[in-house]
T-cell receptor
Framework: DSGVTQTPKHLITATGQRVTLRCSPR?????VYWYQQSLDQGLQFLIQ???????AKGNILERFSAQQFPDLHSELNLSSLELGDSALYFC???????????????FGPGTRLTVL | GDSVTQMEGPVTLSEEAFLTINCTYT??????LFWYVQYPGEGLQLLLK?????DKGSNKGFEATYRKETTSFHLEKGSVQVSDSAVYFC????????????FGSGTRLSIRP
């Protein structure tokens, strides 16, 4: 158990809908990362937050957005869902981000999103 | 940009066989290198890491050595077990990547009893 929790574990929805995925980081970790794992794209970094502020952006679609709240939990919002958004979405957390010194990221169990 | 290329799978071995999963990288500067493992139905776990050239990361019988001259970080284990069946991801965090992890495509490993 990494100490990172994600809810829900599974989510099934229809095209055009909007969903929210939730992540609670490990106690004491200030930085949260979101990753998408799909069959065709592999594991891709989406976005990073540090202490409530967006820190880095990866291959995140405009239909997707995220935020980190004062209690440090984070939510990833996916809207106007398409079939291709079906994937496993992972959250990870670390103590602080570092441009030079790497801080280990601990991954949650993921949320499996199925868009029908 | 930074990238990771790893051996395509799936790889199927018999128990107690020797394992090598190849990984090469492209990055500017001196990235940190990692192997992550994903067991069926679970999230990613850090298996081992190396943060500078010639470092050897090791854990649970797995080893990988950071080779800057060949830009490689191959994963090895001398005697695999059925419980090692999982997907293995080679990854890097680059100097300028703001801590985002860049993953390889993953290699699915199955061990036959």
């Amino acid at each position: 158990d990494s100490g990172v929790t994600q809810t829900p574990k599974h989510l099934i929805t229809a095209t055009g809908q909007r969903v929210t995925l939730r992540c609670s980081p490990r106690s004491g970790d200030l930085s949260v990362y979101w990753y998408q794992q799909s069959l065709d794209q592999g594991l891709q970094f989406l976005i990073q937050y540090y202490n409530g502020e967006e820190r880095a952006k990866g291959n995140i679609l405009e239909r997707f957005s995220a935020q980190q709240f004062p209690d440090l939990h984070s939510e990833l919002n996916l809207s106007s869902l398409e079939l291709g958004d079906s994937a496993l979405y992972f959250c990870a957390s670390s103590v602080v981000p570092g441009d030079v010194t790497y801080n280990e990221q601990f991954f949650g169990p993921g949320t499996r999103l199925t868009v029908l | 940009g930074d990238s990771v290329t790893q051996m395509e799978g799936p790889v199927t071995l018999s128990e107690e066989a020797f394992l090598t999963i190849n990984c090469t990288y492209t990055a500017t500067g001196y990235p940190s290198l990692f192997w992550y493992v994903q067991y069926p139905g679970e999230g990613l776990q850090l298996l081992l890491k190396a943060t500078k050239a010639d470092d050897k990361g090791s854990n649970k019988g797995f080893e990988a050595t950071y080779r800057k001259e060949t830009t490689s970080f191959h994963l090895e284990k001398g005697s695999v077990q059925v419980s090692d069946s999982a997907v293995y991801f080679c990854a890097l965090v680059g100097y300028s990547s703001a801590s985002k992890i860049i993953f390889g495509s993953g290699t699915r490993l199955s061990i036959r009893p």
